[in-house]
């Protein structure tokens, strides 16, 4: 089992920068990949970013890759991202979450264990 806590959100301008990190605990932390997803309301939960166990692979939405970095510190049971010139169109709860097998990373579905989620406005 891998227990997930999101932290670093909150408010800032347009054009602003926000990092946030998801710290694990619990079961084997560097055995999962790891994503970062959003949701606006009534939107559907979207993909955000990802990185592999090993720390080798990154994948970005495309309209974020430049903006957005994903990053791991196994050593300290953590992956963060970092968020630079931000919009108002990044609003939303992000979430982390864990996936054991490394597979379809893209899909919400196939994560195993979430973060309680943490809230990123951007205003304009």
């Known amino acids: 089992q891998v227990q997930l806590v999101e932290s670093g959100g909150g408010l800032v301008q347009a054009g602003g920068s926000l990092r946030l990190s998801c710290a694990a605990s619990g079961g084997t932390f560097s055995g999962n990949a790891v994503g970062w997803f959003r949701q606006a309301p009534g939107k559907e939960r979207g993909f955000v970013s990802a990185?592999?166990?090993?720390?080798?692979?990154?994948y970005y939405e495309d309209s974020l890759k430049g903006r957005f970095t994903i990053s791991r510190d196994n050593a300290k049971n953590t992956v963060s991202l970092q968020m630079n010139s931000l919009k108002p169109e990044d609003t939303g709860v992000y979430y982390c979450?864990?996936?054991?097998?490394?597979?379809?990373?893209?899909?919400?579905?196939?994560?195993?264990?979430w973060g309680q989620g943490t809230q990123v406005t951007v205003s304009s």
């Open positions: 979450a864990a996936n054991r097998d490394g597979r379809g990373l893209f899909d919400h579905g196939v994560y195993d264990y």
């Open positions: 990185i592999s166990a090993d720390g080798v692979a990154t």
